[in-house]
């Protein structure tokens, strides 16, 4: 099936969905009015090698565009790797009429952006995800950063892209725990905000799901649900004040658990597979702190269990996750602040969790592995 580009809009940032998303691209940046300054395309060696050349098949401008090349992967989003990227854009002559597009997953859309807001004090940029979870999270809604040490996104600027092409087409390249990865933003965003979806979901095995073909009509209407809802979310609340917490869920211990898997022996979590395992822990929290009945924490879970590879944590390793946990952005007052659901689809913001009440999580997260 055919997925007809629509435009889904935040603010003055357009989100071009669908199968002709890319065929916008031209006309977006002759609607910039650039200078001759130059445009840049940041990629990685995977996204240069599958998705720029249906890229440049799309967009004739973007011919004589200057490639930025970083690694992939977690490793490359530091202040470093943004300093060498500010170093060329400079020897270049980049200048403030230069625009940045960055193509690939949430590592290239995270460091881009952070690299544009920091360059002579802003520049211009697009966001072309080619990851599911490009395309269902991190693309969207203007939050840039870098890493700092092991700790993730410590350091960063709301800074929006000009526009966003979301362009399905590019799922057809990536590795299946890749996918499966970006299926954990999909589920939050289901649990936080969309009881329905999560209800069409839950009768769906994440393998499945994963067998499908992105051209099939349950893929388009995940996406396309996600998109709309993160869009709400951001267009009510940017700087995240308030609503934008919701988007937390799972992610206070999936981030520690990110970042100690980047440290262990084993091989590290993807971000959407650690939070699948900080929204098993979310779930009973929220079952302890905001009522989630049982059989609803029980079917998120076994659902979670199921389709995410298994992680746990032994004893001697919960200092150093409650230690990554502690230094999580979302601390008020001294207290950890989570976002917990009273059911699926009511997200509840701001409940303080005392590291008992985590250890307990994870008790149960290690629980769930044996069960
Ligand atoms: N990824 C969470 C947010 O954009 O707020």
């Known amino acids: 099936m055919k997925i007809p580009s ?19 691209v031209d006309k977006v940046i002759r609607s910039m009015h650039l200078g001759h300054d130059g445009i840049y395309i940041l990629v990685d060696k995977n996204t240069r090698h599958y998705c720029l050349p249906v890229l440049l098949e799309q967009s004739a401008l973007l011919a004589g565009a200057r490639l930025l090349e970083i690694d992939g992967g977690e490793d490359s989003k530091t202040i470093a790797m943004a300093g060498k990227l500010w170093n060329e854009l400079l020897a270049s002559g980049a200048s403030r009429e230069s625009l940045l597009v960055n193509l690939g997953g949430g590592v290239i859309s995270d460091l881009g952006g952070f ?15 080619t990851t599911l979870m490009g395309q269902s999270d991190a693309a969207i809604g203007g939050k840039t950063a870098v ?4 700790i993730k996104n410590q350091i960063g600027f709301f800074h929006a892209a000009k526009s966003v092409f979301i362009f399905p087409g590019f799922l057809n390249t ?17 649990l936080v905000g969309n009881a329905r979806l999560w209800r069409r979901i839950r009768n769906h095995p994440v ?42 869920f799972g992610h206070t211990i999936g981030h520690a658990l990110e970042a100690y898997s980047l440290l262990d022996s084993r091989k590290p979590l993807l ?17 302890k702190k905001t009522g989630l009945m049982a059989p609803d924490m029980e079917a998120i879970t076994t659902y979670l269990t199921d389709g995410f590879p298994a992680y746990s944590v032994d004893s001697l390793s919960m200092p150093a996750v409650m230690e990554l946990i502690v230094h999580d952005k979302k601390r008020k007052n001294g ?28 008790g149960f997260f290690n629980a769930t592995l044996s069960g």
Not at 115 to 129: E, Q, S
Not at 147 to 150: D, F, K, P, Q
Request: aromatic content about 8%; some cysteine.
């Open 174 to 190: 990536l590795p299946k725990d890749h996918m499966r990865s970006g299926m954990a933003e999909i589920i939050k965003c289901a």
């Open 6 to 24: 629509r435009i889904i809009t935040i603010d003055r940032t357009p989100i071009y969905v669908g199968d002709n998303a890319l065929s916008f």
């Open 335 to 362: 207290h950890l602040q989570f976002t917990l659901i009273s059911k699926p689809g009511n997200p509840v913001i701001n409940i303080s969790c005392d590291q008992e009440e985590i250890l307990e999580a994870l």
């Open 207 to 248: 393998t499945e799901i994963l067998s499908l073909p992105v051209e099939h009509a349950f893929w388009h209407e995940m996406l396309t649900s996600t998109i709309k809802y993160k869009n709400m979310v951001v267009v009510r609340d940017y700087k995240e004040n308030k609503l934008r917490k919701v988007l937390n």
């Open 115 to 129: 690299v544009t807001a920091g360059y002579k004090r802003g520049i211009n940029y697009l966001n072309i995800p």
């Open 147 to 150: 890493n700092l040490g092991s």
């Open 271 to 287: 971000h959407g597979e650690a939070v699948a395992a900080g929204m098993i822990c979310a779930a009973y929290l929220s079952h």
